[in-house]
């Protein structure tokens, strides 16, 4: 149990907050660039999860995959990305 765990939980639902917000507002203008803010902020949602749960010493499994499906929503952020980088 580490405090630098659960402010690590606080700043990444709070860093989360924004691409969330903006996914909300872009669902109808663009529903490309929603679904990579959405995709965004649950990745940093989730990662903020997985700092809550080692803070709390669940168990190594539940962290593991906390952590596994963070990585795994980064990694599809960054493939839904790639074909829009060059757009405007």
């Not at 659960?6 to 909300?24: D, Q």
């Not at 660039?33 to 080692?54: D, K, N, R, V």
């Not at 995959?65 to 929503?73: K, P």
């Amino acid at each position: 149990m580490s405090v630098w765990a659960l402010l690590s939980f606080g700043a990444l639902v709070a860093a989360g907050l924004p691409p969330a917000y903006f996914a909300f507002r872009l669902r109808r203008s663009d529903p490309s660039y929603a679904a990579l803010s959405l995709l965004f902020a649950a990745a940093l949602i989730i990662h903020g999860t997985y700092h809550l749960l080692e803070f709390l010493s669940w168990s190594q499994t539940a962290v593991f995959v906390t952590e596994t499906l963070s990585a795994a929503l980064l990694l599809a952020f960054a493939l839904a990305y790639w074909p829009q980088r060059g757009r405007t």
